[in-house]
């Protein structure tokens, strides 16, 4: 048997390998579904308190579970003079500004001289484990995109609204 054709059939076994392991890891994703169509107005929207994070914020779900793996969409509305402390997510997240302006910044401790300004239509992505905190002038509307379970970790315990 030539070197050649060894090589060949050991090239073809692993990409008939990677081939299947890709189609397998496929299977693995979580997909977003929804069974109906809905619109959202966010004058309509029945806002419920927002328990993982401190007194004043109200969430809406908008698909997906927070609490099962898997991609959601969720609005986060803030009250005016807000702050959301130093904290981590064990996921990505996308953060996108529907109304008001907030101050995103990134760090172990709230620094309003770090963070960066955040317009309508204006988005922040967040790697996992990555501290940041956040903090508005106004009252304020942001669309979460993030994956399941969410939860959040504060740099500082005692800042924990759960405690």
């Known amino acids: 048997m030539s070197i050649r054709i060894l090589v060949a059939g050991l090239a073809s076994v692993g990409v008939a390998a990677l081939s299947t ?16 169509m809905e619109n959202f107005e966010l004058g ?17 779900l908008v698909i997906g579970n927070p609490s099962k793996p898997g991609v959601f969409m969720a609005y986060l ?11 981590t997510h064990p996921f990505a997240e996308v953060i996108t500004v529907l109304k008001g302006t907030v101050w995103n910044g990134m760090g172990e401790m709230l620094d309003r001289e ?18 940041h905190y956040l903090w508005n002038q106004e009252e304020s509307v942001v669309l979460l995109t993030a994956t ?16």
Do not use: C, M
Request: charged share 25%; no cysteine.
């Open 21 to 36: 392991y890709a189609f397998a890891q496929d299977d693995q994703i979580q997909r977003l579904t929804t069974d109906k």
């Open 44 to 60: 309509t929207i029945a806002w419920k308190d927002e328990p993982l994070l401190p007194k004043g914020a109200k969430s809406a």
């Open 77 to 87: 509305k803030f009250p005016a003079k807000y702050e959301i402390p130093a904290h």
């Open 114 to 131: 770090k963070g960066s300004k955040l317009g309508v239509g204006a988005s922040f992505t967040l790697p996992a484990g990555h501290a």
């Open 148 to 163: 399941g379970p969410w939860n959040i970790k504060y740099i500082n315990p005692a800042d924990d609204p759960r405690k």
